[in-house]
């Protein structure tokens, strides 16, 4: 079964929403994509990278948050537009969850826009899909607005329901893919910070460390990689890094994953990054593990 893990498109758009003249995010967002998040997420860059994306020919398209930057209705509108193809071409096969950027604030929340135009997305902050007989993803939704900081948070229902989930799980003894948007570990050289970082992490590191996920696979970091943490060596965790950002390295370049699983017994194989050049070519690499 192909896979392909994308993420971190950051559709933004630079309207002000007066309406939200309050809220300080609203003010550093349009100060940070003046100073240059407009030109680290170039709009030319979206459309190749949904048509790479879809050209994988993918049984399965993983999309682990950020569709928007703002969480503004125009982006919201944008992210519609251009995952269709991608639920088209996977024959429904796409499982998503939002990033902290699709709450961006409690007004984007009320308002409810996220689910309105991306109805693909899972209806609870835990769900399950079944892919085979044996194999499942498990999304767990942990992106909340703040008022100031890029911090996911991990409730104590949702995780409780997430403990729940892989319990019953494991009964069956079922290979899951554990999807999330903010990571629990993070390789040495890419410490996470105060701000940025998922509180509560540490519940979701004994999670995966009880119930031994074949992957978890998130995103937020815009950083690609696959390590597997000395706490939890049993679970490879994969970084798709941002599908849609330009930066001179190759590690953070707009980019993406593919692999090939099998569905009995969860062994992956041609874990590859496609990275884009700018222009008009994706390079393959194979992706080695993080020591
Ligand atoms: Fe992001
Ligand atoms: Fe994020």
Redesign the pocket.
Same mark, same amino acid.
């Given at each position: 079964m192909k896979f392909v893990h994308f993420g971190?498109l950051h559709l933004w758009s630079p309207r002000m929403l007066w309406r939200e003249w309050y809220e300080p995010k609203r003010w550093l967002g349009r100060l940070n994509l003046t100073l240059g998040r407009a030109k680290k997420f170039p709009p030319g860059y979206r459309l190749p990278a949904i048509n790479a994306v879809t050209g994988e020919n993918a049984d399965v398209a993983l999309f682990t948050?950020?569709f928007t930057n703002f969480s503004l209705r125009e982006e919201f509108v944008m992210a519609a537009a251009l995952f269709e193809p991608v639920l088209e071409k996977t024959r429904g096969n796409l499982i998503a969850i939002p &990033?902290?950027?699709d709450r961006y604030t409690r007004g984007s929340v009320e308002e409810g826009l996220l689910e309105h135009f991306l109805t693909f997305l899972p209806p609870e902050p835990v769900h399950v899909r079944k892919l085979g007989i044996r194999l499942s993803v498990v999304c767990v939704d942990h992106a909340v607005p703040l008022k100031f900081s890029?911090n996911g948070v991990i409730h104590d229902d949702v995780h409780q329901k997430l403990v729940d989930t892989l319990e019953k799980m494991r009964k069956t003894n079922q290979i899951v893919i554990l999807m999330g948007?903010?990571p629990y570990t993070t390789p040495p050289e890419h410490p996470e910070s105060r701000e940025h970082k998922l509180i509560g992490e540490e519940k979701l590191e004994a999670l995966v460390k009880e119930y031994k996920p074949a992957l978890y696979v998130h &995103?937020?970091k815009h950083v690609r990689w696959a390590y597997r943490a000395p706490e939890t060596p049993e679970t490879l965790c994969l970084n798709c890094g941002s599908v849609a950002m330009k930066n001179p390295n190759p590690a953070k370049q707009a980019g993406y994953l593919t692999w090939d699983m099998d569905e009995n017994n969860g062994k992956i194989k041609n874990l590859t990054a496609k990275v884009y050049d700018g222009n008009s070519q994706w390079t393959a690499t194979p992706l080695l593990e993080d020591a």
């Open positions: 971190d948050g950020d &990033g902290n950027h890029s948007h903010f &995103g937020h």
